[in-house]
């Protein structure tokens, strides 16, 4: 005689058939405990595809069982193991880090501007915010420096909804480039830079895989200096192209461009105040 009644023995009879209810669905995630009732063996999940679920015991053994309706025991109770849900797709990045447009179509160019010094500059803005530009439909323009930027901001004639972001390279206290753009004076202008002698700088030495950017005397062509100074044995357009190459995400870039071009975007593509 049983002092204590636990029910029937849960392997006695069908007991893939349970008296109440359904037989829960378990998705056999990793760690997932459960027990093999036919062969007794007991372990963690440590994989699962469509051809089974892998269980590893305390010993380290591990066994392959297929994924049938009612066939493992989990606290004693019969369940279907179920291959986890796929976990959900990240959203694509553009390179400058931002959520990619799927299927974007080219629109209207809007009449706001960025105006940057040089070709180069104007092919690194491309490479890393191409994809947003192109999404907020400003077009870059590049001037061949910017001793003449007053008359070109004249020229531009900035107003409401019309606005012009201008980067300018090696913007520091006391530099030729700080004065030009000191002239510039327009709530529809926004004339920010960089500190770098020239955008090349801008791209992190370890993208280009040296340890740092040299120093060229004063006096001295600084893109010519710089490729001596590297020993590469070319032209500064292959130069270019070689430092251009390096470059694949916004992570290859100092942050002191990085913000400046994020804060030009934002300022030619902010609504019109009404």
């Known amino acids: 005689m049983r ?4 029910g029937d023995d849960v392997l006695a009879g069908d007991w893939r058939r349970p008296r109440k209810g359904q037989i829960p669905e378990i998705p056999a995630e990793p760690g997932l405990v ?3 009732p036919d062969s007794g063996f007991c372990g963690a999940v440590v994989a699962c595809d469509k051809f089974g679920v892998t269980l590893e015991d305390r010993f380290g053994k591990r066994r392959v069982f297929p994924l049938t309706k009612a066939g493992f025991l989990i606290d004693g109770k019969p369940v279907t193991l ?3 849900a796929a976990a959900p797709a990240a959203p694509a990045r553009s390179a400058s880090g931002s959520i990619a447009v799927r299927g974007l179509r080219a629109q209207v160019a809007k ?3 960025i105006y940057v010094e040089g070709l180069h500059d104007a092919e690194l803005v491309e490479k890393i915010w191409g994809h947003d530009l192109r999404v907020e439909g400003v077009v870059v323009e590049y001037l061949e420096g910017v001793d003449d930027l007053p008359a070109i901001v004249e020229e531009f004639a900035p107003e409401e909804g019309r606005r012009l972001g201008v980067l300018v390279d090696h913007l520091v206290e006391g530099s030729k480039e700080s004065r030009i753009a000191a002239r ?15 955008i090349w700088e801008a791209v992190k030495p370890a993208a280009v895989g040296i340890p740092a950017w040299p120093r060229v005397p004063r006096g001295l062509p600084w893109k010519e200096g710089v490729v001596e ?12 192209k070689r430092i251009l190459g390096s470059v694949t995400t916004y992570t290859d870039l100092e942050p002191a461009l990085l913000g400046r071009v994020e804060e030009l975007i934002d300022f030619v593509t902010a609504p019109a105040q009404s």
């Open 184 to 198: 510039v004076s327009s709530p529809h202008v926004l004339v920010t830079g960089h500190p770098f002698i020239d």
């Open 229 to 240: 100074a590297l020993g590469w044995n070319c032209e500064t357009g292959a130069a270019w």
């Open 111 to 113: 009449e706001s501007r």
């Open 34 to 36: 459960a027990e093999d």
């Open 82 to 84: 179920v291959r986890p």
């Open 3 to 6: 002092s204590k009644n636990y």
